[in-house]
């Protein structure tokens, strides 16, 4: 199904300048706290078009976005984590940008770093631009680390497991050497991805977590909980995990960008330095830490009905100087390699391991029930770890799942691959 | 003598239940009062070292909750005062009329009571959708617009209305309309004003639907809006004490102020007719 | 049929048709609709691309009995149900005594006192409750240090969550149950009670051959009013755990909330609506056939 081009529409929007536009814009989370702040110099440039921003918190997000558009009440522009892309594509729901990105002075598909990039597209169409960056790397505590013998951060696996036994050999039982809550589908997923696991397999029909591949980053994640290296406890379980991070309970944490700026909040100025951030390590060293393609994109949905300016206020929030500005607001990192030569940025110690691997990303599968196959892996992993289920079995009950989840799936592409094949009545 | 202890120990019962059941809510007002982190500390307190309305402030002018407040007062209001009219039109209907299947439509209706709301839900989204109905104020009313047990508690509160009384009135050569307006409203107003406060607390204290059917931040209902927040902040302690102390405040207001109609409508759905 | 009979059939059906409509349209309809959607395949495919969806007969059933989680949902909302119910039942009952009794004074006052936890905003007191169980900074907790007693993570621990919020449940709903309570006491005819005494029997025992025989109906109907009540368990676990931890507080509305709204598998989650459906059913009908054999 082609789209109409955009420029027909700019010149019914040129037509109707007198009325004035209004777009509605959700963000999502913090972040649909800070746009609110670029907005105006928007409306500046763009007389005629006003933005309303509604500011979604991310716990409902998903639900949100999904019962908006089933409800047929969806915003112009939205922010959209980037693993949601395929779903809401699947659903007909959001604007393919490939033309207006052509003509685009502003957003280039090289200025993006690869993997990020990748996760917006299609079935080889573009439907979101990427905003900022979200990958999980490792948050350390040098100074213990330091102690137990390690200057620098672990790069492989089995140096990882190393600086993990010296520190619970010098903390004791009441001290943590990592935190990975249970009920995070993250953590698994990388580990999973670095050991070449596909996660899903035969153009994603399949779930792949009974293969050797998967087995083995499992039994590393599930070990750090046998051996004692993190706690048995979910997200919400502990009190306050970043008085917890500067009282030494825990040593390292796998987590995202968006805890340099809460560390640096709320640890005390004299704690600055005991913390730093590394890529994560690989199972064979430095260059196989891959991590997650994670962050989010500002889509367009299709039943916008100012599709133009809605493409104006993506490209708005694209520029280089505006990526560096929202950086700046929400230390949210920027999805624009040439957005990172920002001063502050560049010169931010603790961004540079992001940066690293940024390099190294590897998008999730595209598969519109990707959400739902994540909650069940961690599900899975926590029966594993804390409900005493043999690895074995919740592996293979999780596969048995995720199976029966993927049939609609397979039933789909059964049936476009039979029609594709099939000659089509009257010829095209 | 006996009896005297008898009477303290009750007594004694007696209060220490109503503290028990009152604590949470006091504390949540206590809480509410105290400055940010106070309640989160170790030993836990009890009571604020200063009182302060900062956090009441705070949600007014920072978080919106003055039009969360309006939209529940809308939602509860006006589903109160259409489901009003409409359940005693038809809760008349099948007490005093005579018509052919009136018993039939009675017991259906009350098999229905049978079948919990949430089993309509799915599909009655999807038709408020196909309406065009979905993320608006009436979408947010319908389900409590008419609903059976309405109905079935004004029905067994009419059926206990003097015949003699409509009988008069159509000898006078009153409509049917009329005498429902003129002379059974006004004596069924006991059980009138049970089914509002039923109908304004329970559609106030709503809180899957309006998550369901409202999307715009700006229409959501103070249930929702709280359930919202408290997942943004959850380390804010006293800030979602105080939404707590706003969204609880009204309810408890009309039922103390109302209680006696309350009870009186509680105790008469109790009994089976 | 009285004379005017005409006109007040007519009148009949003009003042019942608004809620008939709208009970109609927006009650019964739907319910049908939902048994209809649990026989189809309908999900986020076929929102988008109606041609998707399928007549799948009673698939959505199989693969629910099929699952886990169908059943992690099913047992504990029976825990909660069985569980909570008798409990509140019974503390309902012991302050229906005790503020009915003919010794106490402000009875007005400790029923207010009693009922109004029931009259408060479910979300708003899930509120309240979570930081009450918070383990280092919550009173509860607290108030066990003081007894001597460990303190529990009442909502991080899989042992334990159900029970806290069973708690909640029960300090919500026993007012209600105990307004019904006081109703049926204050039924009782003096003269029982005139007479157990001229027996010799005292106050334990005219509770037991007196009060609890004749508070008998009220109390298999609260019990069954109360159990079916708390199968519909949704605001708190969606508020206070999220189903968690392990899953321990995923209750049937909950799970279907999930299915339907979160993953938009709506076939699959009118299959639970209708099971759940099926479940008050059967309990309801118990209840009628054991009200019939004691009437009998």
């Given at each position: 199904m082609r789209v109409p081009p955009a420029w027909p529409l700019v010149l019914l929007a040129a037509c109707h300048s007198s009325t004035a536009v209004t777009l509605d814009f959700w963000g999502l989370g913090r972040e649909g706290e800070v746009v609110a702040q670029l907005v105006p110099e928007f409306e500046r440039e763009n007389p005629g078009v006003r933005v309303r921003v509604q500011q979604i918190p991310w716990t409902a997000a998903h639900e949100k976005l999904l019962t908006a558009y089933v409800g047929r009440s969806t915003p112009d522009v939205a922010q959209l984590g980037n693993t949601w892309v395929p779903e809401f594509v699947a659903l007909g729901a959001l604007l393919p940008l490939d033309s207006a990105i052509a003509?685009?002075?502003?957003?280039?598909?090289?200025?993006?770093?690869?993997?990020?990039?990748?996760?917006?597209?299609?079935?080889?169409?573009?439907?979101?631009?990427?905003?900022?960056?979200?990958?999980?790397?490792?948050?350390?505590?040098?100074?213990?680390?330091?102690?137990?013998?390690?200057?620098?951060?672990?790069?492989?696996?089995?140096?990882?497991?190393?600086?993990?036994?010296?520190?619970?050999?010098?903390?004791?039982?009441?001290?943590?050497?990592?935190?990975?809550?249970?009920?995070?589908?993250?953590?698994?997923?990388?580990?999973?991805?670095?050991?070449?696991?596909?996660?899903?397999?035969?153009?994603?029909?399949?779930?792949?977590?009974?293969?050797?591949?998967?087995?083995?980053?499992?039994?590393f994640y599930a070990d750090l909980y046998t051996r004692g290296y993190a706690p048995r406890v979910g997200i919400t379980e502990v009190g306050n995990?970043?008085?917890?991070?500067?009282?030494?309970?825990?040593?390292?944490?796998?987590?995202?960008?968006?805890?340099?700026?809460?560390?640096?909040?709320?640890?005390?100025?004299?704690?600055?330095?005991?913390?730093?951030?590394?890529?994560?390590?690989?199972?064979?060293?430095?260059?196989?830490?891959?991590?997650?393609?994670?962050?989010?994109?500002?889509?367009?949905?299709?039943?916008?009905?100012?599709?133009?300016?809605a493409w104006k206020l993506v490209e708005y929030l694209s520029r280089v100087d505006l990526e560096e500005r929202f950086y700046r607001l929400s230390g949210d990192l920027p999805a624009r390699r040439d957005a990172w030569r920002d001063p502050v940025l560049a010169a931010d110690a603790a961004a540079r391991a992001f940066y690293e691997q940024l390099e190294r990303v590897v998008p999730t599968p595209p598969v519109p029930e990707w959400e739902l196959i994540a909650t069940r892996i961690f599900d899975y992993g926590e029966q594993a770890i804390r409900g005493g289920v043999p690895r074995d079995t919740a592996l293979a009950r999780l596969e048995r799942e995720v199976n029966q989840i993927l049939a609609r799936r397979r039933w789909l592409l059964a049936r476009n691959a039979a029609r594709a094949a099939a000659p089509a009545g009257g010829g095209r | 003598m006996r009896r005297r202890w008898a009477s303290v120990a009750l007594h004694a019962v007696l209060v220490v239940g109503a503290a028990l059941s009152l604590f949470p809510l006091l504390w949540m007002v206590s809480g509410s009062l105290m400055s940010t982190g106070e309640a989160n500390s170790f030993p836990p307190r009890l009571l604020p070292h200063h009182a302060t309305l900062a956090h009441y402030a705070a949600l007014f002018t920072q978080l919106d909750v003055g039009r969360y407040f309006l939209n529940s007062v809308i939602v509860a209001g006006f589903a109160t005062a259409v489901s009003l009219f409409i359940n005693s039109l038809a809760g008349y209907a099948l007490a005093k009329l005579e018509f052919r299947g009136r018993e039939r439509l009675f017991r259906i209706l009350v098999a229905g009571l049978v079948i919990p709301a949430q089993v309509a839900m799915l599909p009655l989204f999807l038709l408020l959708r196909s309406l065009g109905?979905?993320?608006?104020?009436?979408?947010?009313?319908?389900?409590a617009m008419a609903t059976i047990f309405g109905v079935f508690l004004i029905r067994q509160y009419v059926l206990s209305v003097p015949d003699d009384l409509l009988d008069a009135a159509r000898m006078d050569g009153a409509s049917e309309f009329r005498i429902y307006w003129s002379v059974v409203l006004p004596v069924i107003r006991p059980i009138l004003a049970t089914l509002a406060i039923f109908t304004f607390l329970s559609t106030w204290n709503d809180f899957l639907w309006p998550l369901v059917i409202l999307s715009d931040n700006a229409k959501y209902t103070l249930p929702v809006a709280l359930a919202g927040l408290s997942g943004e902040h959850v380390q804010d302690t006293e800030l979602m004490l105080a939404g707590s102390v706003v969204t609880v405040l009204p309810v408890l207001a009309v039922f103390i102020g109302l209680q006696r109609f309350y009870v009186a409508g509680i105790l008469a759905g109790s009994t089976k007719g | 049929m009285m004379p005017g009979g005409r006109t007040q059939a007519r009148a009949a059906w003009l003042f019942l048709t608004p809620a008939l409509i709208f009970i109609g349209v927006f009650f019964f309809l739907p319910v049908i609709a939902g048994l209809a959607l649990s026989l189809t395949n309908f999900d986020i495919y076929a929102i988008g691309h109606p041609e998707n969806v399928q007549f799948a007969g009673l698939a959505n059933y199989r693969a629910m009995v099929h699952t886990d989680l169908f059943w992690?949902?099913?047992?504990?909302?029976?825990?909660?149900?069985?569980?909570g119910a008798p409990l509140s039942v019974l503390v309902a009952l012991g302050a229906a005594l005790l503020v009915n009794s003919r010794l106490t004074r402000w009875p007005a006052f400790f029923r207010t006192a009693y009922f109004a936890p029931f009259v408060t905003t479910l979300v708003a007191v899930a509120v309240v409750w979570k930081y009450l169980y918070h383990p280092r900074y919550g009173l509860l907790d607290a108030g066990?240090?003081?007894?001597?007693?460990?303190?529990?993570?009442?909502?991080?621990?899989?042992?334990?969550?159900?029970?806290?919020?069973?708690?909640?449940?029960?300090?919500?709903?026993?007012?209600?149950?105990?307004?019904?309570?006081?109703?049926?006491?204050?039924?009782?005819?003096?003269?029982?009670?005139?007479?157990?005494?001229?027996?010799?029997?005292?106050?334990?025992?005219?509770?037991?051959?007196?009060?609890?025989?004749?508070?008998?109906?009220?109390?298999?109907?609260?019990?069954?009013?109360?159990?079916?009540?708390?199968?519909?368990?949704f605001a708190e676990p969606y508020v206070m755990t999220g189903g968690g931890p392990l899953k321990s507080t995923l209750s049937m509305v909950l799970y279907m909330y999930e299915e339907g709204f979160r993953w938009w598998r709506l076939g699959s989650a009118a299959a639970i609506a209708f099971s759940l459906f099926v479940l008050v059913l059967a309990i309801t009908l118990i209840q009628l056939r054991l009200e019939r054999e004691r009437t009998s």
């Open positions: 003509r685009s002075r502003v957003v280039h598909p090289a200025d993006y770093f690869t993997g990020i990039w990748a996760t917006n597209v299609v079935d080889r169409a573009v439907y979101g631009v990427p905003w900022y960056v979200d990958t999980r790397i490792l948050f350390y505590r040098r100074d213990l680390l330091a102690q137990a013998g390690f200057a620098a951060p672990p790069r492989s696996w089995a140096e990882w497991l190393r600086a993990m036994a010296a520190l619970k050999a010098r903390d004791g039982p009441h001290r943590w050497p990592i935190y990975v809550p249970t009920n995070e589908w993250q953590p698994i997923v990388t580990l999973a991805l670095q050991a070449g696991s596909p996660i899903l397999k035969d153009t994603a029909q399949y779930g792949a977590f009974t293969d050797p591949p998967f087995r083995r980053a499992f039994d995990i970043y008085q917890e991070f500067a009282r030494g309970t825990y040593a390292m944490w796998i987590t995202g960008p968006w805890n340099i700026g809460e560390f640096r909040r709320r640890l005390p100025p004299n704690q600055q330095k005991i913390w730093a951030t590394a890529p994560m390590p690989g199972p064979e060293g430095a260059a196989s830490g891959v991590g997650l393609a994670g962050g989010s994109s500002l889509v367009v949905y299709r039943a916008s009905r100012h599709q133009a300016e | 109905l979905v993320n608006t104020y009436l979408g947010a009313m319908i389900p | 992690t949902a099913l047992e504990n909302t029976l825990y909660f149900a069985f569980v066990l240090a003081a007894l001597g007693v460990h303190p529990v993570d009442w909502l991080g621990d899989p042992r334990w969550a159900m029970p806290a919020i069973i708690l909640v449940a029960v300090w919500r709903s026993f007012g209600y149950n105990m307004l019904i309570f006081i109703a049926g006491l204050q039924r009782i005819p003096a003269e029982l009670y005139e007479a157990a005494e001229l027996d010799g029997a005292g106050s334990w025992a005219r509770l037991r051959h007196v009060t609890l025989p004749q508070l008998a109906p009220t109390f298999l109907f609260v019990g069954v009013i109360t159990a079916i009540g708390f199968f519909q368990l």
